[in-house]
Nanobody, 120 residues
Framework: QVQLVQSGGGLVQAGGSLRLSCAAS????????VGWFRQAPGKERNFVAL????????YYSDSVKGRFTISRDNAKNTVYLQMNSLNPEDTAVYYC?????????????WGQGTQVTVSS
């Protein structure tokens, strides 16, 4: 069992940066592939980025590629999402999630969500 606790987020002006954190308790976080998702008001939850458990490789949605960076610190059992060059379209509730497989499978564990608001 893994519990995910998110921190970071908040209000930032367009062009600014924020860093989200997703800390795990319980089993070692290095055993999990971790993804970030976001859900804007009235819209579906969408994939943002992931980092794989096996080799630390990463994958991003086209909408954030080149602006966001996902990373992990296994010693701290934490995954980060560094968000740069933010724009109002990035406004959403962001969620981290974990699964025990690299390429396919359901995300079994979810963080509580954190609000990111980008003002124009």
């Amino acid at each position: 069992q893994v519990q995910l606790v998110q921190s970071g987020g908040g209000l930032v002006q367009a062009g600014g940066s924020l860093r989200l954190s997703c800390a795990a308790s319980g089993r070692s976080f290095s055993s999990y592939t971790v993804g970030w998702f976001r859900q804007a008001p009235g819209k579906e939850r969408n994939f943002v980025a992931l980092i794989r458990r096996s080799d630390g490789s990463t994958y991003y949605s086209d909408s954030v590629k080149g602006r966001f960076t996902i990373s992990r610190d296994n010693a701290k059992n934490t995954v980060y999402l560094q968000m740069n060059s933010l724009n109002p379209e990035d406004t959403a509730v962001y969620y981290c999630a974990a699964r025990s497989t690299d390429y396919v499978g359901e995300y079994n564990y979810w963080g509580q969500g954190t609000q990111v608001t980008v003002s124009s």
